[in-house]
């Protein structure tokens, strides 16, 4: 990537940064724009990193046995009558198509379109359960969007779960603990699971002192409020009512599905990964989740052809690499940008040498031309007289 492309008119990182709130940060351009309240452009180096974490979540799933639709993006009204009741206030938050697509409405919950499916296909106790997820975008009509948090359109990771009997949602509510824990895990990202709240099986919440809802938690107390966001959830769904979905069992006799869902918010996972990544230098994020791990910065127009082949040769390695060719900036302001990116090493070509550094400021070298540079990256034979690889 070409940061002179990019939609960037300010320096990185911004003035004061380490006063500003992660939401801001993460809605000033570099990972987000908003064309209005609550409607989010995700910037292509917000695209990487959501991209990485949405890649975390499917790959984990993947692990866990569920498989991945793609659901559609518009519900029939009609389809609201055949699952769980829908409340006036959650219903007028429906964006409601009209004019000829009047009867239907913006995908808001998806439970229904679940519960339609299974109801016209014909299904056999050795088909369930089945489980699936999916990736899409949600919409609500709200009043109060509040940029990265609580938005009009916002993504969700989501999935269901059709079982055959109690045990089985008992065991489909597990699948998604564990799926959910697994991600979490592999992102680095603390959090507070409460069980057992209501209708709800589990409920997911990153706890941060700076923004985010005034809960009671009754894990954490059940007196004080804490600070936190809620990022999953996964319950039985419409388990008091009888939904028009059937199976034959091994008697063949004619026997209720059940169904567990499940809900996680990415654009939420994407700000509470960026806060707890947050240091003084901007966001360190791990290997799995940064956008970039190498920056390349030539330090002037005369060195963009050795910058052109460096960040050929880095490229090729499998490595993320950025191009940070914006000479309206000087050399160490593009530094700091790779660092407040997260990029764990910056290359800067100067007309008489390759300078290497890292973001942790513990390894720097001098590269003597182009062709050391996979050799040294890559760890080949070249490098014998060379240090460790400073990618991390």
């Known amino acids: 990537m070409r940061l002179s492309k990019q939609f960037l008119g300010t320096s990185l990182p911004p003035k004061d940064h380490n006063d500003l709130r992660t939401s801001e940060l993460l809605t000033d351009g570099l990972v987000a724009h908003f064309s209005a309240a609550g409607i989010p452009f995700y910037m292509p180096v917000g695209k990487a990193i959501l991209d990485n974490i949405e890649h975390i979540l ?17 519900m029939g009204n009609d389809l609201l009558e055949d699952g769980q009741e829908v ?37 056999s106790h050795r088909q369930l359960p089945i489980r699936q997820v ?16 609580k938005g009009k359109q916002f993504r969700v990771f989501g999935g269901i779960s059709l079982e055959k009997d109690r045990d089985g949602v008992t065991d489909g509510l597990a699948s998604f603990r564990t799926m959910t824990e697994s991600a979490f895990n592999r992102m680095g990202l603390p959090f507070h699971v409460e069980r057992n709240r209501g209708p709800l099986d589990c409920e ?12 009671v938690l009754p894990g954490i107390s059940t007196e004080e409020r804490v600070k936190a966001l809620s990022l999953a959830m996964a319950y039985h769904y419409a388990q008091d009512k009888k939904l028009p979905m059937r199976y034959r069992t ?14 996680l918010g990415t654009q939420r996972l994407l700000y509470c990964v960026m806060d707890h990544y947050h240091d003084n230098k901007g966001f360190n994020l791990p290997s799995e989740l940064r956008p970039f791990d190498i ?33 309206k900036f000087r050399g160490a ?31 720097a070298i001098i590269l003597p031309d182009v062709q050391s540079v996979e050799a040294y990256i890559t760890g080949g034979t070249q490098r014998s007289t060379l240090p460790n690889p400073i990618i991390r």
């Open 58 to 74: 499917r790959d984990e799933a993947d692990n866990h046995g569920f498989s991945s639709i793609e659901i559609p993006a518009i």
């Open 87 to 123: 409340g006036e206030l959650f219903r007028s938050k429906f964006m409601v198509l009209t004019d000829r697509m009047e009867g239907y409405h913006l995908l808001s919950t998806p439970e229904m379109l679940f519960v339609k499916l299974a109801g016209t296909t014909l299904l």
């Open 134 to 149: 999916y990736m899409s975008d949600f919409f609500r009509q709200i009043h109060d969007a509040r940029s990265i948090l």
């Open 204 to 215: 997911y919440f990153y706890l941060t002192d700076k923004e985010g809802d005034n809960l």
């Open 250 to 263: 091994e008697k063949n006799d004619n026997a209720r599905l059940h169904l567990v869902t499940y809900g």
């Open 295 to 327: 920056s390349i910065i030539p330090r002037s127009e005369r060195e963009l052809d050795t910058a052109e082949k460096v960040y050929g040769i880095a490229k090729k390695t499998g490595y993320k690499v950025c191009l940070d060719d914006r000479y």
């Open 333 to 363: 302001d593009r530094e700091s940008a790779a660092d407040y990116m997260g990029c764990s090493q910056k290359i800067s070509v100067s007309p008489d040498s390759i300078f290497v550094s890292s973001r942790n400021e513990e390894d």
